[in-house]
């Protein structure tokens, strides 16, 4: 058992956090996130230039040889500097359904763009009335004999308008909710029949609703096997949520630690309110939050390659603890800020919508909640959803 | 004990709920404070001050109705019930009462009409940048310079200052004062006066309804003081018990219930509807029983205050629980839209930088609305002040 | 609306709590407690004298005219003394079935017995595998022409080692948890075939396990419609979840405000401990959550009148905020006495355990929880069961 | 970073539970501690002494393992996994260690053999009535006479000292000390002295695990003096650091939601298992994810320590947490108790007072167990108490 990070990875995280602290303060962030395209593209290419987009991948496939801790301590910088660039779209998730599934033409045509950061994938699975299940498809992928034939309409696709390519799950069989019959294709943005709606979201980053109508896709494009592609989704989605809470934590522990600075310096009634005996329990229970959500974190992550129940309890459970935390501690960071936490200009709030939109990206509470129920009654149904 | 309105209330409850039915104005819907109009502000009072039901509150030869305490529950309640935009408090139940109860009558002859009828809008001049709910620690001076005051400072959080006509503000007019509650005068200040500049505060959810409002050399005519110099700080904790009835927003809240339920019986779960499900069924239900409880809790305040018992200390419950369940409807709103919480169309149509908002119609505002209510556990006295307040006064700890 | 008690009610409670406090302290409580009866039976022979038992009765039915307000009034003076006599069980149950559905000849035999106190009514219609469902029934009630034979278990019969008579409930056709067929009877505790095995409660309370064994009960025994009894059964429960509901305001009561006299007292690092900011916001939230108890039971119990559908959602709405304040204040009030409040010596520790228990009579927060969504869903069959 | 076991830690793990498999006694069931006989309390303890395995954490020198903090993790939670009943820590794990680092060469022989083989009982006499976690107002006093100390005062919540052959007490030596830590000594005591009387606290749950004991004109030997006269609370907190650890009890509550997750399939609702009740399971995956929290905390917390952070403030984490599931579990099993959590049973069958319980088997001990435990947030320094340390040493608030 060993909790310590390899040389690499603490280099990864020292150079990302100067990176970040140089370039990327609050109001350069804020410029770039109000721009027309919603982002500072160079920082996106010096990503890449430090070797971030390609930490997670095997050696083999091109890449660093490292793997989900790279990803996770990426993610827990990116949280801690509220970088809103799509590693997790592009890097986890498309990066992912590659590594784990993508055949050797797919990966020729698609790992060097996404670990040059040429390439931008985005993953289009949620729909209008599907919520967070990821087998709820309506989006239909009907065989053509030499491909298919993709009609439907994604929600919400994180990083979407600045994606050259989208992984996207469609039905290929069975019914609306079936286990069985789904099947991930990649399609390029711009192939004829995709359209997309473009807009911000109350988070900061940018996200489009994806229209397919009759779009053409050849059966290469197809990753992994066709109408079984759901347990593969789960993975990618399993790896996605173990990055997006070590996002929150990065997310939670700045805006805690902004909190007991700011409690240090703010006095109320002469005094400092950190000085409040029911502040300091209340930032104590902050700080407790944060060090379980770590916790998780690594516990996720590190069994991400145990068993199929195992690490979907264990993804389910973090990410039902991490929205538990966020909450708590993006409201009481608030809280102890008073007015001043309610305002656009101090970062604080930045970090509370953060927190608060983490929860409803790839299943709230409530939805993994339910999931690790189910699994720990061993429920096959839907252990295998 | 029981719980029926007699014939007589039942009655007023009718002439009240059909007057709203008739006058109310069709076109006036709550998006967000920030994206109305004055005249959306002002529309529904001034069809009331035709009525003569602004201010049910005040005494009678001021304006007021001389409704029973049971009436102005049922008046509030109806008009809850349509989420009618009620007349801004800061003139009507801030300013007004001290006016009338503080006031020379030439103040009461210029201000009280204007305030009724709609003309004038009123901001507050409480808040000072760093003091929170400290509102005692006034850095804001006002020095004496003949017959007029020269006022010098910084306030904050001046909620829709944009609109307003005049502000009533709290100035040390004693800077060598033994405590920070002396030394303070109440002052009223026309906000065309040359100095003083109001600067928006953007608030997380995007929204423009707070100011900064700076004061650099504005001279005030010394009659503009309502009260004696230096006691300010009596009218001003007269004004906040003032400003905490109402607070529990029960009403608003019960409205809020429905039009959640409502949402969660079109919003979908695994294909069938989201209010179906027992987690989310039971955070309604919590949600529910928690509203029933502060609303027979009201209740019994009210029956308190019939009997000539002041609102005391137990408005401090009021303020908290009502601001919980608020936040909390915000966050079950947001939690109801899924996905489509992410999605930002602030400012839309007006600024055109978006052509049209995505997913059900709540959605967009679910995340904003949420961010914003935050600020309800924070201003009036935060949550924490409530609580000193009924540690000392009630336990008497 | 009006939130006033009568003169006549004052008078009672004014009257009871002189009473308690003169003849029932802690230590005379305690002596009873652990005596062999288990009480002390002259109690009740004063509460009888007062008046007390009578309170809730109409005027037609020999009573004084009161209604479950009264019943109110008494059970949170209970509760303040932690009074464990069977006022619940037989003024309450015993009475309100008789009230509410006796024959003239019923009433003619017990009520006279219920208000002197010479009766003690029991309410026996939990059973070993049924939990809270009141329609959960395995206890069965076979008619054999004349009347009928009961045979079965009953569970955890508050109050039945003191009662001369129980309320049972018994199937009479039906399946096991069907709304249909419930009858319920008036036994006799000393009929043939009626056997009891008594223990105390955690509380200081006695009950029992009763059994009948092919017990024969005349027909004119039954009260109410036979097959159709839950209906009856549903609303005698929610008058004594009320009444429950009030008894836990007393006992709520006066632990705040034991622990807030305590904490004036009692010195940690030399300062009192009602001085730190911590303990004060959390004796306010004691306050609070009692407060809110007694809103509560009086909408509970002033609804007790309407339609069958607002009578069951304010009861089961109230027992659920009790369940969950109860459990608070129970729980801090130990923790705020720290050691002494685990002692058995304290007077706290026991309030604790009461307010522990209410939450496990009658239906806990899930059972109530759930009825009232049930219930707001409209879902006529549970809102019949 | 990897959560694999080494090789070697995999083999011992696999002795360790071969060795538990075979010699752990049978008939040693736990029912609540105060239901245990000296001699049940004692039985692993003794099997334990033979095998050497007594004292993991002690050095080498005076009879430790010299195992790893991975090794003894994985031995905890072995002994966990069977419920096993463990040597008690008031000697093992509290003053042995004070002994081996302070006392004296003769000490050492004295009292460390004794303790490793379970022939000494021994108990603590820290607290005092009305001190709570205030553990330096100390008011026992200790005066010195020739060789002797004589010494007067009351301890109380003194832990099982109805079997205690000796106990560890903390004495006021110099009254004229300018702070309350200094003039402590730290002195043991034959329990069996004259002037020694232990009186029984019964607890709400009704058990009998603690005790007041009364000092009179008890003449204790200079010699049994720990260390230096008035450093004794030097020697305390040292004890109290050592005390913390394992506090977390995660084994043992694993163990504990296994158990709850059994029972809870037995119990009915409406016909069907309990645990397949939304709301109950719900209730047990909360419990379990936050105890997978706490165990991944605690293995962070372990994996420091092994590269030799000592176990620093973050231990209060462990207690608060730890306790607080501790907690929930006991309440969770009351719950599904139902109706059969109200009969009261306690003493049975020794003192014959009733026949035998009624209800499933653990329903009896679920309300007494649910009560007792309340008494952890409170003991080893409240979970107050650890907040403020929290918040004073790692936050610097």
Known sequence: MDFNFTEEQSMIRDSLARLIREKYDFDTRRAALSSELGRDAAMWAQFAELGLLMAPFSEEDGGLGGNAIDAMVVMEEFGKGLV???????????????????????????????????????????????????????????????????????????????????????????????????????????????????????????????????????????????????????????????????????????????????????????????????????????????????????????????????????????????????????????????????????????????????????GNVDHHMKRYTALSAGDVSVAAE | MNLEFSADEIAFRDEVRAFIKENYPQNAEIRGADDLTREQFLAWHKILAKKGWVAPAWPVEYGGTGWTATQRYIWSEENAAVDAIMPLPFGVAMV?????????????????????????????????????????????????????YVINGQKTWTTLAQHADWGFFLCRTDPEADKPQKGISFILIDMKTPGIEVRPIITIDGGHEVNETWLTDVRVPVENRVGEENMGWTYAKFLLAHERSGIAGVARSKRGVERLRSLASTELLDGEPLIEDRDFARKISQLEIDLTALEFTELRTLAGEAQGKGPGPESSILKIKGTEIQQRLTELTLEAAGNYGHPYFRGFPEDGSNARPIGPDYAPASAPLYFNMRKTSIYGGSNEIQRNIISKMILGL
């Open chain 1, 84 to 362: 809103t660039e799509p590693f997790i779209p592009s890097v986890v998730c498309g990066g992912g359904f590659l590594r784990s599934a993508g055949t050797a033409s797919q990966k020729e045509h698609h790992l060097g763009g996404i670990m040059s950061g040429e390439q931008i994938f985005a993953f289009a699975y949620a729909e209008p009335r599907g919520r967070y299940n990821l087998a709820d498809l309506e989006t239909s992928a009907k065989s053509d004999g030499s491909g298919y034939v993709l009609n439907g309409h994604k929600a919400v696709v994180i990083g979407a308008p600045w994606a050259t390519h989208f992984i996207v799950t469609a039905r290929t069989s069975g019914g609306q909710r079936d286990a069985g019959g789904v099947s991930v294709f990649i399609v390029e943005k711009d192939a004829k029949g995709v359209s997309t709606r473009d807009y911000p979201t109350v988070d900061g980053r940018r996200a489009s609703e994806v229209y397919f109508e009759n779009v053409s896709v050849p059966a290469e494009h197809l990753i992994g096997e066709a109408d079984n592609g759901l347990p593969l989704v789960e993975q990618i989605a399993d790896e996605a949520v173990a990055a997006l809470c070590a996002e929150a934590c990065g997310v939670m522990g700045v805006a805690h630690k902004m909190t007991v600075e700011y409690s240090r310096q703010r006095k109320q009634f002469g005094t400092p309110i950190g000085k409040f005996q029911v502040l300091q329990h209340r930032m104590v229970d902050m700080f407790m939050e944060h060090e379980q959500s770590v916790s998780m974190t690594y516990m996720a992550t590190l069994k991400l390659g145990e068993s199929e129940i195992e690490r979907k309890k264990a993804a389910s459970a973090a990410k039902v603890k991490i929205g538990q935390a966020g909450r708590f501690v993006g409201q009481e960071a608030i809280q102890i800020h008073g007015g001043m936490g309610m305002t656009e200009e101090l970062a604080v709030g930045h970090y509370f919508k953060r927190l608060t939109m983490i929860d409803a990206e790839l």
């Open chain 2, 96 to 148: 007004a009462p001290v006016i009338y109860t503080f006031g020379s009558q030439a103040q009461k002859d210029r201000y009280l009409p204007k305030i009724l009828s709609g003309e004038e809008w009123w901001c507050q001049g409480y808040s000072e940048p760093g003091a929170g709910s400290d509102l005692a620690s006034v850095k804001t001076t006002a020095v004496r310079d003949g017959d007029h």
